[in-house]
């Protein structure tokens, strides 16, 4: 059969093809080269503090201390499932110079997800043990916006403690707006810190808070969490705010995450992808699960498949009515029950 002669558009199609054929092949032996080697040194405990596409950051510690840490930028093998920052690994050092490898994931005690770009719920952060949830005076608090990330705190295993910014802002008519807040969470037993990022003022109780565990801040667009997090970590650890600079303007271009470290000893994730967390994928029998005073009183309603929305003997309409719990609360939860969709998830995402 004679050859067809091909077109300039046709023979850059198969060049292009071709081209990608040959960066598959190359991605595989460079995979294959790091697993098969056996140039790798003993296991050792590490901890992910950064995400680069095809590399991780793994961090070890010999003792207490930054002079005990070392970082390392691995490779991971193919078969782990997806990484993500502040996961516990195992990984193996090269003998000579190179990359190491990371070999296993550690169990993880807790784990923020949020859908990628088709959907799909992935894992932003692992291991976090503390949601700070920060509000302002401005923009103006919503405590449907707050209960949605307490509830999403809740979910995940996670304890939460309400960061009230911007005090500088709070002026007379304000103050007894923040405080019925502010005291409505605290009666449910969330820690409220009021702080101000510009004046620095409030930062030793929010340390305090920080101190020793693993945190995050989530919050509305605009309520200051680039500017306490600048406020509490060191000139050197700046990372974080890098990150955040690019979202200075609510626009999360970065999605990378990293693990730093406080002088506090306890340590912050960040990355635009966790600030924005929200209650992606629970249905309504969760919902009342996020709500620790409503789920506790659910067990009495009259009727098991209670709705909680006009049955007679409902236990939560009663407690309300009663003033025994906050009927603002109950408003949020019929309100965010509301926009749920038929297969349970949320439509609306936290930073609406
Ligand atoms: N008056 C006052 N303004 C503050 C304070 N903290 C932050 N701001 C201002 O609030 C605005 C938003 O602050 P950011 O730190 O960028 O807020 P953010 O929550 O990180 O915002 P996103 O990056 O969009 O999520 C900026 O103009 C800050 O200067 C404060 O304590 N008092
Ligand atoms: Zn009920």
């Known amino acids: 059969m004679a050859k067809r002669k091909l077109n300039r558009r046709q023979r850059w199609r198969i060049e292009k093809i071709q081209a990608e054929k040959r960066d598959r092949a190359n991605r ?4 294959q080269e790091i697993l098969v080697a056996d140039d790798l040194g003993d296991e050792q405990h590490g901890v992910i503090t950064a995400h680069f596409g095809q590399q991780v950051e793994v961090e070890s510690a010999d003792g207490p201390g930054a002079e005990n840490r070392t970082t390392r930028r691995c490779h ?17 050092p ?6 190491g490898v990371v070999v296993a994931i550690e169990p993880r005690d807790t784990v923020l997800k949020r859908p990628d770009m088709y959907g799909n719920l992935k894992p932003v952060a692992a291991n976090v043990e503390q949601m700070l949830v920060v509000f302002a005076p401005l923009p103006t608090p919503s ?24 005090a500088d802002l709070i002026d007379d008519t304000l103050r007894p707006f923040v405080d019925e807040l502010s005291d409505m969470y605290r009666h449910l037993g969330y820690p409220v810190l ?4 510009h004046q620095r003022e409030g930062l030793t109780p929010l340390h305090e808070a920080l101190a ?15 500017s306490l997090i600048n406020g509490v970590l060191p000139e050197a650890d700046l990372q974080v705010g890098e990150l955040s600079s690019n979202s200075g303007l609510g626009q999360h271009t970065t999605v990378t995450a990293r693990l730093v470290h406080l002088p506090t000893g306890g340590q912050l994730i960040d990355s635009p992808g966790i600030r924005e967390f929200g209650l992606w994928h629970i ?11 409503l789920s506790e009183l659910a067990g009495y309603c009259k009727f098991r498949n209670c709705s909680h929305r006009n049955e007679p003997g409902c236990a939560l309409i009663l407690a309300a009515q009663n003033g025994d719990i906050d009927e603002e609360r109950l408003a949020n939860f019929y309100q965010i029950s509301d926009t749920l969709n038929e297969d349970g998830r949320e439509r609306y995402s936290t930073d609406s």
């Open 28 to 31: 595989r032996t460079d995979q």
């Open 76 to 92: 991971f093998r193919a078969t782990l499932e997806q990484l993500v920052v502040g996961d516990k690994v195992i990984w193996q």
């Open 94 to 99: 090269p003998k000579s110079e190179g990359l």
């Open 143 to 166: 405590s449907s916006l707050l209960d949605r990330y307490l509830v999403a705190a809740e979910l995940s295993g996670i304890a939460a403690t309400l960061v009230l910014n911007k």
């Open 194 to 197: 009021e702080v101000c990022a």
């Open 212 to 226: 020793g565990k693993t945190s995050v801040f989530v919050g509305q667009s605009g309520v200051g969490k680039s």
């Open 283 to 293: 249905g309504e029998d969760d919902l009342l699960h996020g709500y620790r005073e």
